[in-house]
């Protein structure tokens, strides 16, 4: 359904580590222990305790050690520089942290086994500190999501509750971030001023931009050649860009480009075609289940507003013509205008219209321009409601 790369999968996915020890492997590779850490993971007795780092070969072992009878260890190594590593107590994979770490990092670590993954302490490098704090308030946000979210059906009820959730996040890390830009740690909460999955561009603030390029130029006077400095920056670049055809898109100045691919029973339907009347562009799919949860929403503003000027035209990213046709019957779709091309993701549309995730809309006033990009629920019926009231 998503297309959206966040920047710490991307990190982890892509960033090439060239050269990896152990307590033993650095000394047999002829590198010297550059970072060091320690402490004690209580109710861990001798539990392995390692650090890893991802790469294009996969998850290579950096360092790796065993508790002692009260859960005590000592743990030195060596990495290539400054990026995002992962320490793991024992053999269940899960029961891991990711972290921040540079060349010379002193770390202390300590949790008991229940908590490690969860709130552990961390100190003795400049990104502890920050890094303790916001796995508190993780752990918050994901208790709450699992106490709260499922007590409610609607879907922009749930949107709108998950974002308050998430907000003491935001800020923490927008604080953390405009104070001290240079800070390792920042890998970590960049991705929580990123624009997210669940909203896009919509309710974005701009000086998250602002934020991210602070960041960005602290690491190229700090951490030049980085493989994480070159990706934070492709990462900030393609936000930047999607940002301004976005404003570009939303400004009410655009016309909207032509669409004009067969319907469902093959005749040639054209946007151009609804000038006049308030348009709804509805990007989506058969197979996107977040699409087909939004319908019913779409159909209720379509029953709501059709007689004063309203209409959808819909556009299918499906590749199977049988398994779009059967989702409109069932979703009940019954507005005229469908269309696909059933190229899928491969359709020349993403790229016209800039949007990389689906259920994705474009909303038209009478003159044919766009007005809104990104729009649902109630932002969408308000912009609606909106543009109908104009002549």
């Known amino acids: 359904m998503t297309r959206f790369n966040f920047f710490i999968a991307f990190l982890l ?4 580590l060239t050269s990896c020890g152990g307590n033993s492997a650095s000394e047999e590779n002829g590198l010297e222990n550059n970072f060091h850490i320690e402490g004690q993971i209580k109710g861990a007795a001798n539990q392995k305790f390692k650090i890893e780092a991802q790469s294009e070969q996969g998850v290579i072992k950096v360092a790796e050690t065993v508790t002692d009878a009260e859960g005590k260890f000592q743990l030195d190594g060596n990495i290539p520089g400054m990026g995002i590593y992962s320490l793991t107590v024992g053999d269940n994979g899960k029961n891991a942290v990711v ?29 502890a500190e920050p890094l303790t704090k916001y796995m508190v308030l993780f752990s918050d946000f994901t208790q709450q999501q699992m106490e709260k979210l499922p007590k409610i059906e609607d879907s922009d009820q749930q949107l709108a509750l998950f974002v308050k959730l998430k907000q003491p996040m935001v800020t923490f890390a927008q604080k953390q971030i405009r ?16 624009p997210s999955q669940e909203t896009g ?3 974005w603030d701009p000086k998250n931009l602002e934020d991210l390029k602070k960041v960005e130029s602290a690491y190229q006077r700090k951490y030049l050649g980085s493989p994480i400095t070159g990706l934070l920056s492709q990462q900030i670049s393609a936000i930047s860009i999607q940002y301004q055809s976005y404003q570009q898109f939303a400004s009410g100045t655009m016309a ?35 699409c087909r949860k939004e319908n019913p929403n779409v159909v209720r503003m379509y029953q709501k507003y059709k007689g004063q000027g309203f209409e959808v035209f819909s556009v299918s990213l499906d590749q199977d013509e049988s398994a779009w046709k059967a989702a409109i019957a069932k979703d009940g779709l019954v507005w005229p205008n469908h269309v696909s091309d059933l190229m899928g993701w491969q359709t020349p549309l993403t790229q016209t219209y800039g949007f990389q995730s689906i259920p994705h809309t474009v909303l038209l006033n009478r003159e044919g321009n766009i007005v809104g990009v990104g729009l649902r629920g109630a932002q969408l019926e308000q912009k609606l409601i909106e543009q109908l009231a104009k002549n």
């Open 13 to 16: 996915g892509s960033l090439i």
């Open 99 to 127: 972290i921040p770490m540079d060349i010379n990092d002193q770390l202390v670590v300590n949790a008991t086994k229940e908590n490690f993954a969860v709130t552990p302490v961390f100190s003795g490098t400049k990104w």
């Open 179 to 194: 104070k001290d830009p240079e800070n390792p740690v920042n890998m970590i909460l960049v991705n929580l001023i990123m």
């Open 201 to 203: 561009f919509a309710d």
């Open 256 to 290: 909207a480009p032509e669409i004009a691919l067969k319907s469902p029973a093959g005749k040639e339907l054209r946007l151009s075609s609804l000038k006049g009347k308030v348009v709804l562009i509805d990007f989506w799919a058969s197979w996107c289940m977040p």
